[in-house]
C-alpha cells in the first residue's frame, strides 16, 4: 500500500446472479492489476434485483469488497434489519427518513492509517420523495470532520441534473462523488476543479442484454401494455462495469478516474 496514493474500486450496481457471477470472474484479478486498496461495490440489486442477502454479501466480502453501498431496492430484502446488525459496513442512504434501520456511511481506518468514509445518499428527483442529500451530507461531512477522512460518496440517482448538482456542491469538500441506479455507464468522469472525482453513473454489472437488467420481452410487455408483469432478470452478455481512482492521501484530491466496462471471459 502506497502511503501518499490510495487506489479505489467502485463497481457500479451487481445485478442478480448474472452480476454477482461476472464480479466473481472479474474483480480479483482486477484488485490484482491495479494494486486497489479499497474497494466499493453497489449491492441493491444483488438479490434477482431486490437488495442483498446474507450469503451475497458474504460473497462480495470474499473477493475483496470493502464496503457495500445500497439505494432505492435495498429495502425489499425483508430480513433487513439483521443484515445491517451483522455488517456495518453494508449502507443503506442516508437521507431516508429516521427510524429506518441501518447506517448510511461508514468509516473504515486502513493499514497504513488512512481512514476512509464511504457515504451513501439518494436522490430525489423522479424518486421517493426522502429527506434532502445535500443538507444530509453537510450534516454527516460535520459528523466526522474530526477524524478527517478521505470520503468517497455514492450518490443513488435517477436525474443527471441533481447527480451533477451533487457534484459541484462537494467539488473539494470529498475526494469522489460517484453516481449509481440508472444501470448505464456515462462517458463524463472528470475531475472537478478542487479535486473532487466524479462521473454522473457508474453503470451496470450484470447482463446488458436486457432493459437496465430486466428480460427485454417483460420490459417490452410492460411499456407497451401498461400493465404488470412478473419481473423477470436477464441473463445474457454480462459485463463488468466500474471506475477505477487514484486519491493523493495528503491533499485528499483525486489526481485520476477512469471507467472500467469489460465482457465476461476475457
Ligand atoms: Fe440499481
Ligand atoms: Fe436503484
Redesign the pocket.
Given at each position: 500500500m502506497n502511503q501518499n496514493l490510495l487506489k479505489v474500486l467502485f463497481v457500479a450496481?451487481v445485478?442478480g446472479k448474472p452480476g454477482c457471477d461476472i464480479l466473481e470472474e472479474i474483480l480479483p484479478t482486477l484488485i490484482d492489476k491495479h494494486k486497489a486498496d479499497f474497494v466499493v461495490a453497489?449491492g441493491?440489486?444483488a438479490n434477482n434485483?431486490k437488495g442483498i442477502t446474507d450469503k451475497q454479501a458474504e460473497r462480495f466480502f470474499k473477493l475483496g469488497v470493502d464496503v457495500i453501498t445500497g439505494?432505492?431496492?435495498t429495502w425489499e430484502n425483508w430480513k433487513l434489519k439483521e443484515l445491517f446488525d451483522k455488517y456495518s459496513n453494508i449502507l443503506r442512504p442516508a437521507n431516508y427518513p429516521e427510524k429506518n434501520v441501518g447506517n448510511g456511511y461508514k468509516s473504515i481506518e486502513l493499514k497504513n492509517g488512512i481512514t476512509v468514509t464511504v457515504i451513501n445518499l439518494q436522490g430525489r428527483t423522479f424518486m421517493t420523495p426522502i429527506n434532502c442529500p445535500f443538507q444530509t451530507v453537510d450534516k454527516i461531512l460535520a459528523e466526522i470532520e474530526e477524524i478527517s477522512p478521505l470520503i468517497i460518496v455514492d450518490f443513488?440517482a435517477e436525474a443527471t441534473a441533481e447527480k451533477i448538482a451533487l457534484g459541484w456542491y462537494l467539488d473539494g469538500r470529498v475526494s469522489a462523488v460517484l453516481g449509481?441506479?440508472?444501470?448505464v455507464q456515462t462517458a463524463d468522469e472528470r475531475i472537478l476543479p478542487k479535486g473532487t472525482g466524479y462521473i454522473t453513473d457508474l453503470g451496470?454489472t450484470g447482463p446488458h442484454d436486457s432493459v437496465?437488467?430486466m428480460d427485454i420481452n417483460t420490459a417490452l410487455h410492460r411499456f407497451i401494455k401498461q400493465t404488470p408483469r412478473k419481473f423477470t432478470m436477464a441473463t445474457d452478455n454480462k459485463r463488468f462495469n466500474a471506475a477505477f481512482l487514484e486519491i493523493e492521501t495528503t491533499t485528499k484530491k483525486c489526481i485520476s478516474i477512469n471507467r472500467i466496462n469489460l465482457p465476461e471471459g476475457l
Open positions: 450496481d445485478v453497489n441493491e440489486n434485483g439505494g432505492n431496492h443513488h449509481t441506479h440508472t444501470h451496470m437496465i437488467g
